[in-house]
């Protein structure tokens, strides 16, 4: 499809930066089709990254991610799955290109500003996660 879910991660909520990132991801051509600010419960947190739940940092994670409010979105764009992780930077800011949004706001591997999908079929399952049927207009 052409579209991906992504979420401002709290350590960028925290330093004002909703607005800056949403402003690069809109010029780089992504239109937000859904978009609000909320606040993950632990339990809600490993839910959604219950794919990592046996990674050695899955509880570190699921305290991060509920330790302040996040801003979720549906986003939209012509290949956007791709484009959009092209755009974010690796996962490990120490290792993202120059110019993108991890590079410029994240602080380490674990609080690296931003999530971005990695598949349409992941895109569609993390945006029902946050946004009802009416919201994904
Ligand atoms: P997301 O877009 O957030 O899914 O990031 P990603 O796809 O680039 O990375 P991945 O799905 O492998 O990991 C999910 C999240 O777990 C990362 O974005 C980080 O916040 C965190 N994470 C990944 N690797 C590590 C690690 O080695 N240590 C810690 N503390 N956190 C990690
Ligand atoms: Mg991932």
């Known amino acids: 499809t052409n579209r991906t879910f992504t979420m401002i991660k709290p350590d960028a909520v925290a330093d004002g930066n ?3 990132i949403t402003k690069m991801i809109e010029e780089a051509g992504f239109e ?4 609000k600010k909320t606040l993950l419960t632990k339990e809600r947190a490993g839910q959604f990254y ?17 330790s302040g409010p996040i801003v979720p979105m549906i986003l939209e764009k012509e290949n956007a799955v791709a484009d959009f992780r092209t755009l974010i930077g690796a ?12 590079k410029i706001f994240a602080k380490s591997i674990e ?16 945006g029902s996660f946050f946004f009802s049927g009416t919201e994904q207009f």
């Open 111 to 126: 609080a690296n500003a931003i999530h971005g999908s990695d598949s349409d079929e992941n895109a569609a399952i993390e």
């Open 50 to 66: 219950a794919v990592h739940a046996e990674r050695p940092f899955y509880a570190d994670l699921c305290n991060y991610m509920s």
């Open 32 to 35: 937000v089709i859904a978009l």
């Open 18 to 20: 909703i607005g800056a």
């Open 91 to 102: 996962t490990n800011p120490a290792n993202a290109d120059e110019g993108t949004i991890r």
